[in-house]
Structures are given as structure tokens and as C-alpha cells.
Antibody
Framework: QVQLQESGPGLVKPSQTLSLTCTVS??????????WSWIRQPAGKGLEWIGR???????NYNPSLKSRVTISVDTSKNQFSLKLSSVTAADTAVYYC????????????WGRGTLVTVSS | DIQMTQSPSTLSASVGDRVTITCRAS??????LAWYQQKPGKAPKLLIY???SLESGVPSRFSGSGSGTEFTLTISSLQPDDFATYYC?????????FGGGTKVEIK
């Protein structure tokens, strides 16, 4: 079955860029039926959608993060990635990658999440 | 941006209780609403999509209703495995937002 796995540094310094990758296994990221998304959750708080990408490279971002976010896709590696620039302590969170069903707009598959801490 | 307001934020209930959680949107989202269950240290799990469609494998005691701006998630008979936090999520005009969550606790 299809699985998602986040990877990347668990500690990032303030003002630097957070970079994470999500690897899709057991299926193709090029399936036309899904977008690929990033979502985050600060400790003890709710979920925040960061953005999504289609296999074509088309993206949409949360307006509140848009100026700092870049999501990209590498179909040859079956991966998509997140870059969040100019991070502060407020960006400390568990970051999830997730699969978003096209035209039905729900997340049906999630990675296990990875904790990223912003600290000097 | 569309805001999603969930109520209550915390709910205390007993096994066997009927539980209802409400999610209100700041503007109409038609039926583009999903519900998720999250347990500590785990990723959210999809329960309901398109307001009232039950995800495959989810017990039938879970149900969803509503359209426009007001939606509900109902658990007909609360089971021990259902103590968790529940989130609603909307889609509208290329953007998605989650509600603040409802924690269902043991009474």
C-alpha cells in the first residue's frame, strides 16, 4: 500500500531555511488523482495547512505563509519537498506530508510526521 | 480566508454516550468538509469526507451532516477507542483550513 515518509533536519536555526522531503512509496506520485500537501502542528495546538503541489508542479499555498514557502516535486524520485524560509521559534512544529484527493478535497493518507525545532 | 470554528473545544463523555461536535464556517463551503480523528503522537485519520460520506473502514457509529456553513460529526455510541481529538477541515477557492479541534475526554 502507498506510504508517505517525511525526512529532514530536526533542528533549524532561527532565520535559516527549513527543508523537508516526503518520499512516496508503494505508488506513483504522478497519479493524477491526488495533490501532495504539507501540514504542520505545533505542540498541543491544531493543524495548519501549508500548501499543496500537483504532479505538474502547480502549487497553492496558505496565504499566511505564502511569502516564505516553496513546495516542489521530483517525480523521478517519487518525492516532494518543502522549504520554509526565515524561520522563527513559531515555526517549531510536527510537520506532516499528506495526500489530498483531487476534486474531493480531503487528506486520505498521512505520513507519521517529523518534529522540527527552531532554536539556536 | 475562511475560518472554521469548532465547538465545544473539550467534551467529557462516557462510553455509550451519543456525542455531537459542531463545525461552523465563516462563509458557505457547500459540502466540502472533512472530519479527522487524531490520537496523541499520531497523524490524523480521515473519518468523513464531503460532509457526510463515511471513509472506507470507519465504523458506522460515526456520521456527518450539514452543508453551507454548519456541520456536525456524530458518534452514536461512544467507544473506548473514540477518546481522541477531532478536527474539521474545509476546502474553498484553492485554500484549506482546519478547525481548532474538539478533545473528547472520558467522563
Amino acid at each position: 500500500q502507498v506510504q508517505l515518509q517525511e525526512s529532514g533536519p530536526g533542528l533549524v536555526k532561527p532565520s535559516q531555511t527549513l527543508s523537508l522531503t516526503c518520499t512516496v512509496s508503494g505508488g506513483s506520485i504522478s497519479s493524477g488523482s491526488y495533490y501532495w500537501s504539507w501540514i504542520r502542528q505545533p505542540a498541543g495546538k491544531g493543524l495548519e495547512w501549508i500548501g499543496r503541489i500537483y504532479t505538474s508542479g502547480s502549487t497553492n499555498y496558505n496565504p499566511s505563509l505564502k511569502s516564505r514557502v516553496t513546495i516542489s516535486v521530483d517525480t523521478s524520485k517519487n518525492q516532494f519537498s518543502l522549504k520554509l524560509s526565515s524561520v522563527t521559534a513559531a515555526d517549531t512544529a510536527v510537520y506532516y506530508c499528506a495526500r489530498l484527493a483531487v476534486a474531493l478535497w480531503y487528506f486520505d493518507l498521512w505520513g507519521r510526521g517529523t518534529l522540527v525545532t527552531v532554536s539556536s | 480566508d475562511i475560518q472554521m470554528t469548532q465547538s465545544p473545544s473539550t467534551l467529557s463523555a462516557s462510553v455509550g454516550d451519543r456525542v455531537t461536535i459542531t463545525c461552523r464556517a465563516s462563509q458557505s463551503i457547500s459540502s466540502w468538509l472533512a472530519w479527522y480523528q487524531q490520537k496523541p503522537g499520531k497523524a490524523p485519520k480521515l473519518l468523513i469526507y464531503k460532509a457526510s460520506s463515511l471513509e472506507s473502514g470507519v465504523p458506522s457509529r460515526f456520521s456527518g451532516s450539514g452543508s453551507g456553513t454548519e456541520f456536525t460529526l456524530t458518534i452514536s455510541s461512544l467507544q473506548p477507542d473514540d477518546f481522541a481529538t477531532y478536527y474539521c477541515q474545509q476546502y474553498n477557492s484553492y485554500s484549506l483550513t482546519f478547525g481548532g479541534g474538539t478533545k473528547v475526554e472520558i467522563k
